[in-house]
């Protein structure tokens, strides 16, 4: 068990810049989520995969951000023309799937749009 | 609509317990969790609760459930330097995927 993986660990772009993330989960989990993190709040959920399905969003996540997990493993997380108000901690979580749904965070991708 | 509150703040003396509170807005919530954040990292799950279950403890941390007030404790005995963190309590949401749903955190500080 390695963990969840998350790169890069920070990012600085520029307003109207695209980034992308990655997250590598627990390699039995088939469940995986991103969540998005400001200062002095809690995670909140941006969206769900079921391996490679994409099966909730949340409507958080605008036209600008799109979230791919491919062949059910690894997962990205674009934002194109970043905006300030994209800068956050973005959080990657896995999960094997059982009732009592036990999350397993990464360390996340802090992003600065400046 | 789905909701979790908690006081922002907590300081202990080391040594003494500490109790974090949180309450919750979704009565079908099966289970709780309390996670656990230190600066710059991600969050580490510390313990969770089925509902139907009242109290739960393991090792140091005793978790309380009152589904009936949708209260949520968490207790720290013999609060260490190293429990010094941001504590998210977070239900499972009944709508949608199962996704868990936060607090906004409970900054707890331990001194001497």
């Known amino acids: 068990d390695t963990g969840v993986s998350q790169n890069p660990r920070h990012k600085i772009t520029k307003r109207g810049q695209n980034v992308t993330f990655r997250c590598d989960p627990i390699?039995?989990?088939?469940?995986l989520y991103w969540y998005r993190q400001t200062l002095g709040q809690g995670p909140e959920f941006l969206t769900y995969f079921q391996n490679e399905a994409q099966l909730e969003k949340s409507r958080l996540l605008s036209d600008r951000f799109s979230a791919e997990r491919p062949k059910g493993s690894f997962s990205t997380l674009e934002i194109q023309r970043t905006e300030q108000g994209d800068s956050a901690m973005y959080l990657c979580?896995?999960?094997?799937?059982?009732?009592?749904?036990?999350?397993?965070f990464g360390s996340g991708t802090q992003l600065s749009v400046l | 609509g789905e909701d979790v509150e908690q006081s922002l703040f907590l300081s202990v003396r080391e040594g003494d317990s500490s109790v974090i509170n949180c309450t919750y807005t979704?009565?079908?919530?099966?289970?709780l969790y309390w996670y656990k954040q230190e600066p710059g990292a991600g969050l580490q799950l510390l313990t969770y609760?089925?509902?139907?279950?009242d109290m739960k403890q393991d090792q140091r941390l005793t978790v309380l459930l009152n589904k009936k007030d949708k209260h949520l404790s968490l207790r720290i005995a013999d609060t260490q330097t190293g429990d010094s963190a941001i504590y998210f309590c977070a239900e499972r949401g009944s709508g949608g995927y199962n996704k868990l749903i936060f607090g906004a955190g409970t900054r707890l500080a331990v001194h001497p």
């Open positions: 979704d009565s079908s919530s099966t289970y």
């Open positions: 609760i089925f509902s139907n279950m």
């Open positions: 979580a896995s999960s094997r799937g059982q009732s009592n749904e036990k999350l397993f």
């Open positions: 390699s039995e989990h088939n469940r």
